[in-house]
């Protein structure tokens, strides 16, 4: 039994179906994937056959109801997947999780059922491919004071804007812009729009060169007065900001998912590198600061994954799970920035070149930290709840 096994022990989620969609994922992932990972990374090449693969195996909708072309699985599920998918290569998983949490959520949960029809059934059956631009250039952290404009115009809305850091952005069809219709509102003017790439005036205005996931597009978009039709508002006017922040707490279970993928794939390359690389002639495994860093990466990536699991679970059961996903996130993100850093230490010079994965899940690593709410607006949300609670009691 391998620790990919063990990992479920004590969990009565995991029962035997999740079991076998996960050995699935993996087998899928260990075999089509990670040996692309690499290259994909190296080249930032989209891997588009990769995402068509996995959408034939229903992992672009997950948790969309099978009457909308999902796959209706809990996010228990679906945090497994990721990291299945994650453990082979970042970039695919970030993709994966931005159509699922960013765009088929809030599609499921807020869309009227032309809008599910329309726009959510070929987005879960992975033959459209979602982005969502709520960050701007000046509005990152603080995305209530966002600056994108929407104004009403006969049978619906002009958009005009800048939107920022969008996961996606180059090769969507379809894609959530939160835009300002009444600014003397603040953010209650905010409200959420289905936009056609295919729009004119949708321009993708810069792709960034990153340090990690590379193989996943990061576009500066502009909105050029871009037409969005009425029935193309997401929910009602002045939504916006309520549905984005609903739908960055179920994207950060995909983040935090995506960052135990990326630390797994460290952990793992660490304890074979350990096992074979000999000094002072004997493995250094055998060396007691190479096991306590051992015992405390697998120490900090259960902890994560549990607090991932938890999340998910609330997720799952109907409760309010906003300060456990943005736990699992700071959590799971900042186990795979130590655990990347530390396996690099572990396999010494050799972690340092591109010959070893672990160089790759080190930059890979990074971003976890910093997408879908940084680690300190995660420490802001979570204490938050907590004197929120305080003063309930
Ligand atoms: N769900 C639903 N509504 C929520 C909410 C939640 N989790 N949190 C707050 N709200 C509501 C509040 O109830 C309030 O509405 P009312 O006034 O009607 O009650 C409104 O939103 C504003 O709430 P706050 O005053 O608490 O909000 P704030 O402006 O102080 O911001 C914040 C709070 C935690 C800092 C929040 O802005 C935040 O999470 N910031 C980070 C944003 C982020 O994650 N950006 C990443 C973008 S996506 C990305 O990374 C790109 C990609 O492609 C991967």
Redesign the pocket.
């Known amino acids: 039994m391998n620790s990919n096994t063990t990992m479920y022990q004590g969990w009565p989620e995991v029962d035997e179906s999740k079991k076998l969609l996960i050995e699935q994922v993996r087998a899928f992932a260990e075999d089509k994937i990670k040996p692309r990972a690499a290259q994909l990374d190296a080249t930032g090449e989209f891997p588009k056959d990769i995402i068509q693969a996995l959408a034939e195996m229903g992992i672009l909708g997950m948790m969309v109801p099978e009457n909308y072309g999902g796959s209706a699985t809990d996010a228990i599920s679906y945090a497994m997947v990721l990291e299945e998918i994650a453990a082979a290569c970042a970039s695919t998983a970030?993709i994966v999780s931005?159509n699922n949490s960013?765009v088929c959520a809030p599609l499921t949960y807020f869309g009227n059922d032309s809008q599910k029809t329309k726009y959510l059934t070929p987005l879960a059956q992975g033959k459209k491919l979602g982005?969502?631009a709520?960050?701007e250039p000046g509005h990152?952290?603080?995305?209530?004071g966002l600056e994108c404009s929407a104004t009403k115009v006969p049978g619906g809305y002009k958009i005009r804007g800048t939107k920022n850091?969008?996961?996606?952005?180059k090769e969507a069809d379809i894609c959530l812009v939160f835009a300002n219709l009444d600014k003397s509102q603040g953010?209650?003017g905010i409200s959420c729009f289905i936009v056609d790439t295919k729009s004119p005036g949708y321009q993708v205005s810069k792709l960034e060169d990153k340090l990690g996931i590379t193989a996943s597009s990061?576009a500066q978009l502009f909105f050029d007065d871009v037409f969005v039709p009425e029935e193309c508002l997401l929910g009602k006017p002045g939504d916006g900001?309520?549905i984005?922040?609903?739908t960055?707490?179920g994207?950060r279970i995909g983040?935090a998912a995506q960052a135990l993928g990326i630390a797994r794939s460290a952990f793992e390359s660490s304890k074979r590198f350990a096992t074979e690389r000999e000094q002072f002639g004997a493995p250094i495994a055998k060396l007691q600061a190479i096991q306590w860093f051992i015992a405390d990466m697998a120490t900090r990536l259960q902890g994560a994954r549990l607090l991932t699991w938890a999340a998910a679970r609330a997720k799952d059961l109907g409760l309010k799970y906003?300060k456990e996903a943005a736990m699992a996130k700071l959590a799971a993100s900042e186990a795979a920035m130590w655990i990347t850093t530390k396996a690099i230490q572990v396999h010494g010079g050799y972690g340092y070149t591109k010959e070893y994965s672990v160089e790759r899940n080190f930059r890979d690593a990074k971003i976890t930290e910093?997408?879908?709410?940084?680690s300190e607006?995660q420490r802001?949300?979570i204490a938050?709840q907590e004197f929120a609670a305080l003063n309930k009691s």
């Open positions: 970030v931005v960013l982005c969502f709520l960050s990152g952290s603080d995305p209530a850091w969008i996961t996606n952005g953010y209650k990061t900001l309520k984005a922040l609903n960055l707490d994207g983040i906003t910093i997408y879908e709410g940084t607006i802001v949300v938050a």
